[in-house]
């Protein structure tokens, strides 16, 4: 994609240029990736909403509100910034392009069980090749979404989980990364939810505060 091979291009001149200067100042950067887009519309919930639709406001909310609250403190990023779908690869190689402090692709959930409720978040499964300080700190953003879902939002917590999801695949050796199901569209009471301006500025509020959380502990 020419607009990853430019950004690509402008980091790279900035470091050439000065690189003492570009990582004094540099900001932690981080990849929130809005799953789905264009003709993958994801879930569908039982009131119609789409996923695609939802977690790319919660990602522009999540650049809104720190900008706001945080001086722009964080360096965000999108995969997409409109309802465009992306293919995974294309995602991936934005990450290891940009080299994020931390990647969170951002999903609903969906299940058969109509009752099937709370946020899951998964980590990438450990394999012959894995980066055990990447995989650690993954777990350690994990934990801390969750902490704040159950804190802030309080939603039922289905916990930390391994997958081999392609994105969390392919991002494993560049930052540390998890797939976030902020609840399930399935559910009445989670899709109706989640139809509202205030919950997804309470999911975009959740990460953001997950990250500041793990800056102060400096973890990254």
């Not at 522009?60 to 690869?89: P, V």
Request: charged share 25%; aromatic share 10%; with cysteine.
């Amino acid at each position: 994609m020419k607009l990853i091979w430019l950004v690509g291009f402008w980091i790279g001149f900035t470091l050439f240029c000065n690189p003492t200067e570009a990582q004094e100042n540099r900001r932690q950067m981080v990849i929130l990736d809005p799953g789905h887009g264009g003709v993958d519309s994801g879930a569908i919930g039982i009131n119609g909403i789409k996923e695609k639709d939802i977690v790319l406001e919660v990602a522009k909310e999540a650049i809104r509100l720190n900008k706001e609250l945080f001086g722009n403190t964080l360096d965000i990023y999108l995969t997409r910034y409109n309802d465009t779908l992306i293919s995974l690869s294309d995602r991936t190689k934005l990450v290891k392009i940009l080299q994020p402090d931390v990647f969170i692709s951002i999903h609903c959930n969906q299940a058969e069980r109509k009752a099937a409720q709370g946020i899951e978040v998964y980590v990438q499964q450990t394999n012959s090749n894995t980066n055990f300080d990447l995989q650690f700190k993954s777990e350690i953003l994990s934990k801390a979404l969750l902490s704040e879902f159950d804190k802030a939002l309080g939603f039922k917590i289905r916990g930390m989980k391994y997958a081999n999801f392609q994105v969390l695949r392919e991002a494993q050796f560049t930052c540390p990364g998890v797939l976030l199901e902020v609840g399930f569209l399935s559910n009445m009471e989670e899709a109706e939810h989640s139809r509202r301006k205030e919950s997804v500025r309470g999911y975009a509020m959740v990460i953001i505060q997950a990250l500041y959380q793990l800056i102060d502990a400096e973890y990254y």
